[in-house]
């Protein structure tokens, strides 16, 4: 298994609070994306990351940043989290990124109240 | 732009049925094609992927052909066990870009 981990795994938050969720990875693989998980639409790509400070946007990264400082760590943050952010988050990893497989973490079930 | 089908969920089987679930899907260039699996409470697995037209991927008995004239990757399997229950995700990514564009998953349930 690819050493990908999340944290928190768990949060649950109230309305207009920041929250930053943290993807570490131990396989110095280059690419690094978060998902979102929600029931009808699978997975959606938040941003994705293709190097120490090299970061893009996905197809839903409205209320979403992130940032890159180190190759193993990938952050990403809600700046000030609303109900509409409840969901399952998911980060990836890719040695080569393009149509090159990615691995997934656990995952972070997030709660905005 | 780019995206995936995949046929509406839930799937309920028998121990043993053939499992057949579609996928179609819409790219510009030349993608690779994958199937992921998700068990219950944990994140994706790769399962199996296809990188050209023709291409057969396979692994644990399932099987997925890349179709170009169809824009097809269905996912087969002759005899499927309880162990296979789990959400499938069909997925392609172009070779010219870092996206990953996924299906919206199909649940599967083998009752013995």
């Known amino acids: 298994d690819a050493g990908i981990t999340q944290s928190p795994r768990h949060k649950v938050t109230e309305t207009g609070t920041p929250v930053t969720l943290r993807c570490h990875q131990t396989?110095?693989?280059?690419?690094m994306y978060w998902y979102r998980q929600d029931p009808g639409h699978g997975l959606r790509l938040i941003h994705y990351?293709?190097?120490?400070?090299?970061?893009d946007k996905g197809e839903v990264s409205d209320g979403y940043s992130v940032s890159r400082s180190k190759t193993e760590d990938f952050l990403l943050t809600l700046e000030s989290a609303t109900s509409s952010q409840t969901s399952v988050y998911f980060c990836a990893i890719s040695d080569l990124g393009g149509n090159y497989e990615q691995y997934f973490g656990p995952g972070t079930r997030l709660t905005v109240t | 732009g780019d995206s995936v089908t995949q046929m509406e969920g839930p799937v309920t089987l028998s121990e043993e049925a053939f499992l057949t679930i579609n996928c179609t899907y819409t790219?510009?260039?030349?993608?690779?094609l994958f199937w992921y699996v998700q068990y219950p409470g944990e994140g994706l697995q790769l399962l199996l992927k296809?990188?050209?037209?023709?291409d057969k991927g396979s692994n644990k008995g399932f099987e997925a052909t890349y179709r170009k004239e169809t824009t097809s990757f269905h996912l087969e399997k002759g005899s499927v066990q309880v162990s296979d229950s789990a959400v499938y995700f069909c997925?392609?990514?172009?070779?010219?870009?870092?996206?990953?564009?996924f299906g919206t998953g199909t649940s599967l349930t083998v009752i013995p």
């Open positions: 396989e110095n693989h280059r690419y």
């Open positions: 296809a990188t050209k037209a023709d």
């Open positions: 997925a392609l990514s172009e070779s010219t870009g870092n996206q990953f564009y």
């Open positions: 990351s293709y190097g120490v400070k090299d970061t």
């Open positions: 790219a510009t260039g030349y993608p690779s």
